[in-house]
């Protein structure tokens, strides 16, 4: 299964019967758009008309039946279609808006009487669709969703690439470092031996021979023990691993981005324990280089679903 990333867009509209069947048909169309962006769990909000709040339920029961983290919003609206024109106000309309005039003038004789642009644009706002809008709705929301679906995917393999590209760059810097650490110890190792042969050419009040070649050795292993970083290239190379895996599309759930955040803080740990560790300049810049690419996926492991 795909890697979803949690950002995506998505709208469509589709024909709307008018509210009254006796009335030239205004061509209404009905519009919806969703639009989704990063969030720890999924949050939906829905802007749709008063009279269409009783299927708001329904419209959560789809959306969480296929998103699993995301701020979600979903807006609704009906218009004419431009080519409709404007809507023509029925008889009953027109009588209610002259009893409206009417009285209104009896409390104002001076207010200006309606104008016909007057007539059309309140005949126009009464317009609206037929009470049984739900079907229509949740057959365009099925839709949208679908689309929204396949944005987020399209999003996730980016993302994915991404990921595997900087993968294969701590792999290369972790391959950079593992020779350093013997060319290292060695390096320490001969400043002891000199060390003690200095220790061996002193006088007769210095240290003894013996005693020095012990102290030589006892700091030549605990200078090995404390550069030693063989477990965290170890520990990386398998938070490395794991990531690829879950990274791979052939029958991996969608919804990974928790596990990957919880991976992505393990090797920014292994990264910084590496740079305590380190004795030499280069392996000082690995250490950053590893953070610099760590940091650029924590940014991205936060978009994907």
């Known amino acids: 299964m795909a890697i979803h990333s949690m950002t995506g867009y998505a709208s469509a509209q589709a024909p709307l019967a008018a509210p009254d069947a006796s009335s030239p048909e205004p061509g209404m169309r009905l519009g919806l758009d969703m639009r989704s962006v990063n969030s720890r769990f999924l949050d939906l909000s829905f802007r749709l008309p008063d009279e269409w709040r009783a299927h708001e339920g329904a419209l959560r029961e789809l959306l969480t039946a296929q998103l699993q983290r995301g701020k979600v919003e979903v807006r609704a609206s009906f218009e004419l279609e431009a080519e409709a024109g404007p809507a023509s106000p029925s008889p009953r309309q027109l009588q209610r808006l002259q009893s409206l005039q009417d009285s209104v003038l009896a409390w104002h004789p001076h207010a200006a009487p309606l104008s016909v642009a007057d007539v059309l644009r309140l005949g126009s706002s009464q317009t609206r669709p037929h009470e049984d809008v739900g079907p229509a709705l949740l057959a365009l929301a099925t839709t949208v969703l679908k689309g929204l679906m396949q944005a987020r995917a399209r999003e996730g393999a ?102 990957l955040d919880f991976l992505i803080q393990e090797l920014h740990r292994e990264a910084n324990t590496l740079g305590a560790k380190s004795a030499l300049l280069e392996l000082t810049r690995i250490s950053i280089d590893m953070k610099v690419l760590i940091e650029q996926m924590r940014e991205q492991v936060q978009n994907l679903e």
Do not use: C, Y
Request: cysteine-free.
């Open 158 to 259: 980016r993302l994915a690439q991404t990921l595997l590209e900087r993968t294969a760059q701590l792999r290369e810097l972790a391959a950079q470092a593992s020779p350093l650490i013997p060319q290292l110890v060695e390096q320490q190792r001969q400043k002891f031996l000199e060390r003690w042969r200095e220790a061996m050419a002193l006088g007769a009040d210095a240290m003894l021979p013996e005693a020095a070649q012990d102290r030589a050795l006892n700091e030549a292993t605990a200078f090995a023990i404390r550069i030693d970083v063989a477990e965290e290239l170890t520990r990386l190379a398998a938070h490395l691993d794991e990531i690829d895996h879950l990274l791979a599309p052939e029958g991996k759930p969608r919804s990974v981005g928790k596990r």
